[in-house]
């Protein structure tokens, strides 16, 4: 049985790196798949942040792309999120989550999350 | 981007009522890439139905997709205790993917 689990500080200062990572038992992330993340805020719902694939290849939502960066870590079996020069509006629940379709460099649906963690941006 | 819009913004059943919830798309959905989530209080959202109309692994029958385009359902035959919650549909078929905004399914 495939489980995520997201871990990082729920607390990070405005301007600052807000970093997650997601740990995967159950499957090995290099096999297939692309691996993924998403957060839910009250001003803003649920909102893809990006995915990336088993061999590397990425896909950024473009109202974030110029501040997040994806990676794998095969070795460890997890990936990881960096959120550049968070402000309030990062403030949300993050979730990573397993995609599954046929045109990954389209879109995908989740058919594996995580539990989420809350991240705060305040000073 | 498509705009998912939901509705309604909340519906309130009795157990053993149906429920039908619709998600409506700003332009055609390719390939009805549609699908529905669940999400419970302080839980992640669980995948219900994907390709608008497919069940996902585990999810009882009396949970339904339909519809094509722009016009997408999610019916739920006999409400169940555990059905209340709030709903989500999300699009796959343009980049980005994304979400509604929620119809939240609650106990009249």
């Known amino acids: 049985q495939v489980q995520l689990q997201e871990s990082g500080p729920g607390l990070v200062k405005p301007s600052e790196t807000l970093s997650l990572t997601c740990y995967v038992s159950?499957?090995?992330?290099?096999?297939?798949?692309?691996w993924g993340w998403i957060r839910q805020s009250p001003g803003k719902g649920l909102e893809w942040i990006g995915s990336?694939?088993?061999?590397?290849?990425?896909y950024y939502n473009p109202s974030l792309k110029s501040r997040v960066t994806l990676s794998l870590a095969t070795s460890k079996n997890q990936f990881s999120l960096k959120l550049r020069a968070v402000s309030v509006a990062d403030t949300a629940l993050y979730y990573c989550?397993?995609?599954?379709?046929?045109?990954?460099?389209?879109?995908?649906?989740?058919?594996?999350w995580g539990k989420g963690t809350a991240v705060t941006v305040s000073s | 981007e498509i705009v998912l819009t939901q509705s309604p913004g909340t519906l309130s059943l009795s157990p053993g009522e149906r429920a039908t919830l619709s998600c409506r798309a700003s332009?055609?959905?390719?390939?009805?890439?549609l699908a529905w989530y669940q999400q419970k209080p302080g839980q992640a959202p669980r995948l219900l139905i994907y390709?608008?109309?497919s069940r996902a692994t585990g999810i009882p029958d009396r949970f339904s997709g339909s519809g094509s385009g722009t016009d997408f359902t999610l019916t739920i035959s006999r409400l169940e205790p555990e059905d209340f919650a709030v709903y989500y549909c999300?699009?796959?078929?343009?980049?980005?993917?994304?979400f509604g905004q929620g119809t939240k399914l609650e106990i009249k």
């Open positions: 999300q699009q796959y078929g343009h980049s980005p993917r994304n």
């Open positions: 332009q055609s959905v390719s390939s009805n890439y």
């Open positions: 989550a397993r995609d599954f379709g046929p045109m990954p460099w389209v879109g995908a649906y989740m058919d594996v």
């Open positions: 159950g499957y090995s992330i290099s096999r297939a798949y692309n």
């Open positions: 990336m694939s088993h061999s590397g290849s990425i």
């Open positions: 390709d608008a109309s």
